[in-house]
């Protein structure tokens, strides 16, 4: 399998974290990861590594009720960065949300690939991870 070169958690639940950390730690399908607790670090990242591409991530695991910036909020300041941004990445909406309306505004995102809803397991984590090696 394809391991991705940075992957990126944004997700304020800790115990959330700790748990995806360790399932990417255990199948070892990221060389990096990043963890930011909100959108506004995240989007504060991207803009001072906007045109550094091999220090942006493949993939992203975006909660979507955070403080500070929510991953909605992460996501309409996302799209604007994105034509300055020379990377494929992927972005999957990772929530404890089954709320319809939450899914149908993830769809409505063309860079949204898919709406997981947590726990993420190893098998949807290395379904991603193959996703983005296609």
Request: proline residues 3%; contains cysteine.
């Amino acid at each position: 399998m394809k391991k991705i070169d940075v992957a990126c958690v944004i997700d304020d639940d800790e115990i959330y974290t700790f748990t995806i950390k360790r399932l990417i730690d255990k199948s070892q399908i990221a060389s990096k990861t990043l963890y930011f607790e909100n959108g506004q670090l995240a989007i504060n990242f991207f803009k001072e590594f906007l045109h550094q591409a091999a220090d942006l991530p493949d993939l992203i695991l975006l909660d979507i009720n955070m403080p500070v910036l929510d991953g909605w909020q992460f996501m309409d300041e996302f799209v604007k960065l994105s034509p300055q941004i020379k990377k494929r990445i992927t972005v999957y909406i990772v929530s404890s949300s089954v709320d319809q309306a939450d899914i149908n505004k993830a769809k409505s995102y063309e860079q949204i690939s898919d709406f997981i809803v947590k726990p993420v397991s190893a098998a949807m984590f290395r379904k991603m991870a193959e996703s983005l090696a296609a």
